[in-house]
C-alpha cells in the first residue's frame, strides 16, 4: 500500500503542476495572438498585385464567413482606387491609419466616389515589408492554425465577437499588460481556463487525500507516531476556494460587493494553500528520519527553503496590496509570477518521493 500511496502522489503532484500551468499560459497564448493579428476578407493575397472590380471587391470585402488569419498578406501593401475617369488614389499602407489633413482628403474623395458608384477597380501593391498583423509571421501560431482547421474557426469567432476585447501584449509575467482572469475572459479560453482549473482542484483534493493516507499507513506500520492532519484539512478548503473562484470567473455584475467576495475568495484560497504546504513540509521535516527511505532529503531541503521564500514573498506582496503601492501592471505581473510559483510545491512533491 505504501507504494501504491508514493506512487499516487508523485501522479496527481505532476498533474497538479501541469494542469494548471498549461491553463494560464494557453489563455495567455490565445490573448497574445489575437491582440497580434487580423483577420483578412478571401482576396488572392499570394500575387504581386491582385485586381478587383470594384462589385467583386465589395462583394469579397462584405463576406464576413470567409475572413481567415491564415488566407492574409505575408507583405505589406499599398491600395489603388480606379475611378472611372481612370484617376487613381493611392493609399500607403504607412499612411492608412494617419490623421493628416491629407489622408481625411483622401478619404472623403473615396467616400464620395463610391456613393456616387464612380470607383471602377480595388488594386492591392505589395512592397517587401513584412505585415506584423498577418499570422505567417509567427510561424508556430501559422503553423497550428493552417494545421487544425477547429482552432482557426474558433479563434475567428473570439476575433469577430470580441473586436475591442484583444489588446497588443508582449509579456504578463514581465510586463503586466494583462491580468490572468482577462486572458480566460472570452471564447475559446472559457473552454480552456475554467475547466482545467476545476480538473486541478479535483486532482488537489486526490493529491492531499494521498499524502493523509501514506502518512496514516506509515503510522499503521509504527513507523510515524502521531501527526498533524490540519495540512489535510487547509488543503482541502484550499480546493474548495480554487473551485469557488473558478465558479465566479467570467461573471460579471456591476457590484462592488460581487467584486469583494471575488477577492475574498482568491486571498483565502492562497493562504490555505499555503498554510497547508508550511504545515505539510514541517511534518516531513520532523520525521524527515523516519521518512528517509521514502524521500530525497535534497529535494526536502530546497522545499523547505523554497516555502521560506515564498512566505517572505506573499508577506510582502500583502502589504504592497493593502497599502496600495502597486500599480495595475505591477498587480498583474505578480499575479502570474505568484500563481506560477505556487505550482512548484507539487513539482518539487513529485521529486520528493521515492520507494527503495
Not at 491600395?79 to 489622408?103: A, C, G, H, M, W
Not at 502518512?215 to 498533524?228: A, H, P, Q, T, Y
Request: hydrophobic share 45%.
Amino acid at each position: 500500500m505504501t507504494r501504491e500511496f508514493i506512487d499516487k502522489i508523485k501522479k496527481y503532484s505532476i498533474i497538479s503542476f501541469l494542469i494548471p500551468l498549461l491553463a494560464i499560459n494557453a489563455c495567455s497564448f490565445i490573448y497574445k495572438l489575437l491582440g497580434s493579428v487580423d483577420l483578412y476578407p478571401g482576396f488572392e493575397w499570394n500575387k504581386e498585385v491582385s485586381e478587383y472590380l470594384y462589385p467583386d471587391y465589395k462583394k469579397i470585402n462584405n463576406d464576413y464567413n470567409n475572413r481567415s488569419f491564415t488566407n492574409c498578406p505575408k507583405y505589406q501593401y499599398d491600395t489603388e482606387y480606379i475611378i472611372n475617369d481612370n484617376q487613381v488614389l493611392i493609399i500607403k499602407r504607412e499612411e492608412f491609419y494617419s490623421k493628416s489633413s491629407e489622408l481625411i482628403e483622401k478619404h472623403d474623395y473615396i467616400k464620395k466616389a463610391i456613393k456616387e458608384n464612380k470607383i471602377k477597380k480595388i488594386r492591392f501593391i505589395f512592397n517587401n515589408k513584412i505585415d506584423n498583423k498577418c499570422i505567417k509571421k509567427y510561424k508556430f501560431s501559422n503553423y497550428i492554425l493552417s494545421n487544425f482547421n477547429f482552432i482557426e474557426k474558433a479563434l475567428i469567432v473570439a476575433k469577430v465577437n470580441n473586436k475591442s476585447g484583444f489588446t497588443k501584449i508582449n509579456n504578463p509575467y514581465l510586463y503586466g499588460e494583462v491580468s490572468i482572469s482577462r486572458t480566460a475572459r472570452y471564447y475559446p479560453s472559457t473552454l480552456i481556463f475554467k475547466p482545467l482549473l476545476i480538473i486541478s482542484a479535483i486532482f488537489l483534493i486526490l493529491y492531499w487525500k494521498a499524502n493523509l493516507n501514506l502518512f496514516s499507513e506509515l503510522k499503521n506500520k509504527n513507523i510515524l507516531v502521531n501527526f498533524s492532519k490540519n495540512f489535510f484539512y487547509l488543503g482541502i478548503l484550499s480546493c474548495i476556494f480554487l473551485i469557488l473562484h473558478a465558479f465566479f470567473l467570467g461573471l460579471d455584475f456591476d457590484s462592488k460587493l460581487f467584486q469583494k467576495i471575488r477577492r475574498v475568495i482568491i486571498i483565502l484560497f492562497i493562504i490555505f494553500e499555503v498554510t497547508a504546504q508550511v504545515l505539510f513540509t514541517r511534518n516531513l521535516y520532523k520525521f524527515r528520519n523516519e521518512l528517509n527511505a521514502y524521500i530525497n532529503s535534497t529535494i526536502l531541503k530546497i522545499k523547505i527553503y523554497f516555502i521560506t521564500i515564498i512566505l517572505f514573498f506573499t508577506s510582502i506582496v500583502f502589504v504592497l496590496l493593502v497599502t496600495d503601492q502597486l500599480d495595475t501592471h505591477h498587480k498583474h505581473m505578480l499575479e502570474w509570477n505568484y500563481f506560477s510559483l505556487l505550482l512548484v510545491f507539487y513539482f518539487l512533491s513529485r521529486l520528493l518521493w521515492r520507494f527503495k
